[in-house]
């Protein structure tokens, strides 16, 4: 890999594919792609634990088998997905264009 490639990695483990830059020598901004799956359980679950995201991201973390140190969706994509999802029905990513 040579340095600033773009690459794209699918992590089965977590069903996410991980899309990003990443420099040899410095640490990168990593955006996970999240299945539709997941997204929807984000959703349902914000919705039924009173519009809680650390409640979310718990229960996300502990459906998903996520270790305590890995990545779960951080606030602005959770809000994102339910901003969508009442906008237009589903958690699916809005396609511009």
């Keep these: 890999m ?3 490639e773009a690459v794209e990695v699918w992590d089965s ?4 594919q991980v899309v990003g830059k990443f ?4 640490s990168a ?7 539709n799956e997941q997204r929807a359980f984000a959703v349902e679950t914000y919705f ?3 519009h809680s995201i ?6 996300f973390r502990t459906r998903y088998q996520i270790p ?16 969508n999802f009442r906008e237009t ?3 699916s990513e809005k396609r511009w264009g």
């Design 29 to 35: 901004v990593v955006k996970m792609v999240w299945s």
């Design 13 to 16: 483990a977590r069903q996410v």
């Design 23 to 26: 420099p040899l020598q410095h």
């Design 54 to 59: 650390v409640v979310m991201q718990r229960a």
């Design 89 to 91: 029905g589903n958690v």
């Design 68 to 83: 305590p140190r890995d990545r779960v969706p951080d606030r602005k994509s959770i809000l994102l997905w339910v901003e």
């Design 48 to 50: 039924s634990q009173s």
């Design 2 to 4: 040579k340095e600033g």
